[in-house]
């Protein structure tokens, strides 16, 4: 039956689709407030409104996507933009997005000092708003919101998210428009931290990473190069690696990276616009407790604003500027479906 037919057996539409807000009540996230997600095809997920409209949760029928740090969510209060602080309320969750004016490591640059990941992901969001559009057959959750990243006598930055999941799709899209509001030029960096964990990553999982090219982020991960693409147990030793993947386009200058967990028959496909995000970072992480795969894509190398700018790969916006980011994220089940990504 399509949309309008089930409505006949139905008392409410909650029953199909829905967005509720929530509040946080307890520890560290209290008062974080969250839009839930539901949607027909048993896909959940969460925006944390709070937090820059990342999504700390992502499941499927029950089965977890993403992987939640041992902090948890955290509110925004607690931010420690401070060298390596930001891990202290780092959620992880299936996206934390990291900008505007740095993405990646801590770094000096100009005389300013700038933490890990930058502040985007700790500033609330404003102007939100949540509707189901419903359109014939194929209603919509829509889900929009601005994050200010400015200061007064420096850049002026704001990020505008719209999130848009259907009625019965295994999908969900992410377009970012990044505006320099200011009257001056300014840097901007970007990166998406989609981070998989248990159980969709397990030590049975298979990475797809369509790679051109790839280089190992420093000497350590430059050790377990050959084995970039394959997962394993759990290991209490285990010292993360990074890898910068050159990724193969297609047609539409678009790729897709995906996990997918062979005993669930479930993975998780990312689909990236290239035309701006044209960097991509992968974050393996095989520890006990810590266990988790970063599909990252970037407009920038992340080892600090100077490398950025030497090495070519920094993205600058103009005053009044616009820059767009486009995501969809996939949910895969059943092997054809992991196969016709790779095809």
């Not at 509040?23 to 996230?29: I, L, N, T, V």
């Not at 607690?78 to 490591?105: I, M, N, P, Q």
């Not at 209490?236 to 897709?256: A, F, Q, R, T, V």
Request: hydrophobic content about 35%; aromatic content about 10%.
């Amino acid at each position: 039956m399509n949309y309008q037919e089930e409505k006949k057996y139905i008392g409410n539409r909650d029953q199909l689709i829905r967005v509720k807000r929530l509040k946080m009540q307890e520890g560290k996230a209290a008062g974080v407030e969250m839009l839930d997600v539901q949607n027909r095809s048993g896909m959940h997920f969460d925006v944390n409104v709070s937090r820059g409209m990342d999504i700390p949760y992502l499941d499927f029928c029950g089965e977890n996507v993403g992987f939640i740090s041992p902090c948890g969510v955290v509110a925004p209060e607690y931010f420690d933009d401070k060298e390596l602080g930001f891990l202290k309320s780092f959620t992880a969750g299936f996206l934390t997005t990291c900008g505007l004016k740095v993405a990646g490591a801590p770094c000096e640059y100009e005389g300013a000092e700038y933490g890990l990941h930058g502040n985007l992901s700790h500033t609330p969001a404003e102007e939100v708003s949540a509707v189901i559009e419903e359109g014939g057959d194929t209603p919509c959750a829509v889900i929009r919101g601005k994050i200010r990243d400015a200061v007064i006598f420096g850049d002026k930055m704001c990020l505008e998210r719209e999130i848009r999941c259907f009625y019965k799709e295994r999908k969900f899209t992410l377009r970012d428009k990044v505006t320099n509001e200011g009257y001056k030029k300014v840097r901007q960096m970007i990166l998406y931290h989609c981070n998989i964990g248990y159980p969709i990553l397990s030590p049975e999982s298979e990475v797809y990473i369509p790679a051109l090219e790839t280089k190992a982020r420093n000497a350590h991960a430059q050790e377990g190069i050959d084995s970039w693409m394959k997962t394993q147990m759990a290991d209490p030793n285990y010292e993360e690696m990074c890898y910068y993947h050159k990724l193969k386009p297609d047609e539409k200058n678009h790729s897709i990276a995906a996990i997918y967990n062979p005993d669930l028959e479930l993975g998780i496909a990312i689909e990236i616009d290239l035309s701006t995000l044209d960097y991509f970072v992968q974050w393996k992480m095989m520890g006990a407790g810590d266990y988790v795969m970063g599909l990252e894509p970037s407009n920038s190398t992340i080892d600090g604003i100077k490398d950025a700018v030497d090495n070519g790969s920094m993205k600058y916006l103009k005053p009044g500027e616009t820059r767009e980011y486009n995501l969809t994220f996939h949910i895969l089940k059943g092997r054809e479906e992991f196969e016709a990504v790779k095809r």
